[in-house]
């Protein structure tokens, strides 16, 4: 006789709960798996499932008192056990079907009842003998009804809960198996209530499972099952939250990409790329000849200054403080982009062209009060070019072009200020372009050529020596001025390969001179000294001296036959490191003379430091001579400081013979100007030379 198991009781719910949390996992590997894996977790699932609810019958039938000695039909039992894992397949099938809480759901939830109801009742008529057993009507009703509804819930829940995989889904998820289990298991002890089993007693068949075999058989075999799969639903639910998050991660590192390809790092404005999408999109959505866009090109000016002077990290303090600053005075739908270092652009769609210069106006005055950082008060000035849609181009490559051709003009006429795109700045430029891209051909083909113009004694009237003045043969343009290319050199850096050129050629031109006995005086070999211009770049070149002195040597000629000109911003660029420089020069023979005394910030200090042979009088002090009291007195009062420091000074741009006049009442020694001479080539310089020897 068989007597009640409490404890089977326990592990009946128990199996319940956990074949139900399986299940609740599985619902959501099945629906979001590929196919292939798909299958491997649907038959997996199905056999496990299956597994569990008949288990947790099975021990429910065991565990309940029964007046007879019982044993199991081999055949009933597997039947059951696969009625169980079809049912699960179908469940899961379902779920992985259903896209929303339906109609469909209500379906399978009557069809898993009733088969669990069958699957129950099939089970039952596996005990052997089967003589006896009866059952209830209407609680055969009720367990049937509570089948349906179990399995409605069941399903329902599991449809719900089979996406998630946060933490909290988990403590969800125990709390919806926790309520399944008891469904499941009220729905088992509703099915023994029903039944009814006769009092005879019987001897156990031997063609059956013994009772307790099967006991300890089908809880060891369902929770070594249910545990299995357990494991390995929680090792996968382990790999997919790692792969969850490490997708998570690379959204994020993504995210961060995409954001840096269309974004300055420094101050998170858009960059170009976003720009010409932006520009873009508005070209294509108006049509209109009337000007709707503004592009505003602005220049911080002499950012590089403050760079260099404040270090780099106050300059990128300052580059989002004048971004703070600038976006007060802009729209929501203004577009404030960051180029490059210190090159910014305003988009703007207007109501007419006189908003864009409004606009212009209002940024400038709002950069007027000086911006401040930690530890520093810095003014900043912008140069501003505009250009405007559809009037200055139909593409964001020509506008943004444009509005940079006027921000460039702008800044080599004064700086801080704004200036609209005109077709004569495109022309400009197209001259600017072709002449930086030829100067290297040029210097190659030999284009450029030297024209001379003679410095005169003012007392004596004679040619003392020549000013070594560069000119361009271009093709196209003719005779190029070097006011043209020579900022074009120093850009590209060419200067220091076309300075060390006209060097070469000026000593070559003092050699042949020499060969003819042109000089100063030819029985003291004094030769006619030729005047080169220095730029700043080559001037701080580290070889400038020992460069010097080798092509002095290479062509057979002494120091004394060239001079060398610097302007002020040259030498007060590193006072210090050109006094060493001069010195050094000025040891070995070669002499130095400052060109366009009076235009720079000379210190008379270092003017005193410095070993100079002679200074010359910048042209925009000469022009005024004859009428200007002003320009008299500060010609008068270089002349006297210059000779006090025993230096000769040449005045330059003489035009009139009253300018003369007075450079030789104040005792000036030198002058060069189109009043003796213009810049000639050097063939009219040696008639000249040789008119003037010919004449001593």
């Not at 947790?56 to 081999?74: D, Q, R, T, W």
């Not at 652009?345 to 212009?360: G, H, I, N, P, T």
């Not at 001579?625 to 010609?635: F, H």
């Not at 003369?660 to 810049?679: H, K, N, T, V």
Request: glycine letters at 8%.
């Amino acid at each position: 006789m068989n007597a009640p198991i409490p404890a089977l009781y326990l592990l009946s719910f128990v199996v319940a709960v956990t074949a139900s949390y399986i299940a609740l996992i599985l619902a959501g590997r099945v629906s979001r798996a590929r196919r292939g894996q798909a299958l491997a977790w649907l038959m997996g699932g199905g056999i496990t499932m299956g597994t569990g609810i008949w288990g947790m019958h099975f021990m429910g039938m065991i565990a309940f008192y029964l007046p007879i000695a019982v044993s199991y039909s081999i055949r009933e039992t597997v039947l059951s056990w696969v009625t169980a894992i079809a049912l699960s397949l179908f469940a899961l099938l379902l779920l992985k079907a259903t896209r929303r809480g339906s109609r469909s759901l209500i379906a399978g939830g009557v069809i898993i009842g009733l088969g669990l109801v069958t699957m129950h009742y099939v089970a039952i008529e596996a005990i052997t003998p089967g003589q006896g057993i009866t059952y209830d009507p209407a609680l055969f009703l009720v367990s049937v009804a509570v089948g349906i509804v179990g399995s409605i819930v069941a399903l329902w829940l599991a449809f719900r809960l089979r996406g998630g995989v946060a933490w909290h889904s988990t403590l969800t998820r125990f709390s919806a198996a926790f309520i399944m289990g008891l469904a499941i298991t009220g729905m088992q002890f509703t099915n023994m209530a029903a039944s009814r089993f006769g009092a005879q007693p019987l001897d156990v068949l031997n063609d059956g499972l013994d009772h307790n075999w099967l006991t300890f058989s089908v809880a060891g075999f369902t929770m070594t099952i249910l545990a299995f799969v357990l494991l390995l639903a929680l090792i996968d639910m382990r790999s997919r939250r790692y792969a969850n998050a490490l997708s998570a991660s690379l959204k994020t590192v993504h995210s961060k990409l995409a954001f840096l390809g269309t974004h300055d790092a420094l101050t998170s404005l858009p960059n170009r790329l976003l720009l010409i999408k932006k520009i873009a999109k508005i070209i294509a959505a108006n049509n209109t000849d009337k000007p709707l866009l503004a592009i505003l090109h602005l220049n911080i000016d002499r950012l590089k200054t403050v760079n260099e002077s404040l270090g780099r990290a106050v300059g990128d303090q300052l580059l989002n403080a004048f971004v703070l600053r600038i976006s007060q005075k802009l729209n929501a739908s203004d577009m404030l982009v960051r180029l490059s270092g210190d090159e910014f652009v305003v988009l703007r769609e207007l109501a007419d062209q006189s908003d864009a210069a409004r606009l212009a106006e209002n940024l400038m005055t709002l950069l007027r009060p000086p911006l401040y950082v930690p530890l520093h008060e810095v003014h900043l000035t912008a140069s501003i070019g505009i250009s405007t849609y559809p009037h200055d181009g139909d593409t964001a490559e020509s506008l943004l072009a444009r509005a940079d051709m006027a921000m460039s003009h702008v800044k080599l006429h004064g700086r801080n200020n704004y200036q609209f795109f005109t077709p004569e700045m495109h022309e400009r430029n197209r001259n600017r372009v072709n002449l930086e891209s030829g100067l290297r051909p040029a210097l190659r083909e030999n284009e450029f050529r030297m024209y001379y113009q003679p410095k005169v004694d003012i007392q004596s009237g004679k040619i003392v020596g020549v000013e070594g003045l560069l000119r361009w043969q271009h093709p196209e343009y003719g005779l190029v001025p070097p006011t043209r290319f020579i900022p074009l050199a120093e850009e590209s850096g060419l200067i220091v390969a076309l300075g060390e050129w006209v060097l070469e050629a000026a000593c070559r031109q003092s050699r042949l001179w020499q060969n003819r006995e042109l000089m100063l005086d030819a029985a003291a070999g004094r030769p006619i000294p030729i005047s080169v211009n220095l730029s700043a770049h080559q001037f701080l070149q580290r070889d400038l001296v020992d460069s010097t002195i080798t092509i002095l040597s290479r062509h057979g000629i002494s120091t004394a036959s060239i001079i060398l000109e610097l302007t002020e911003g040259s030498l007060m660029g590193n006072p210090e490191a050109a006094i060493d420089v001069l010195r050094e020069l000025a040891h070995l023979g070669v002499r130095v003379s400052v060109d366009d005394f009076g235009t720079g910030y000379s210190s008379l200090s270092y003017l005193r430091r410095f070993p100079l042979s002679e200074i010359k009088i910048d042209r925009s002090f000469v022009q005024l001579l004859d009428s200007n009291q002003e320009d008299r007195a500060i010609v008068h009062t270089i002349v006297t400081l210059a000779h006090s420091l025993q230096l000769t000074v040449i005045a330059e741009g003489v035009a009139k013979i009253e300018q003369l006049r007075f450079l030789r009442q104040i005792g000036c020694d030198q002058y060069q100007g189109f009043l003796f001479s213009e810049p000639v080539p050097a063939g009219v310089i040696t008639e000249m030379l040789a008119r003037q020897q010919s004449t001593e």
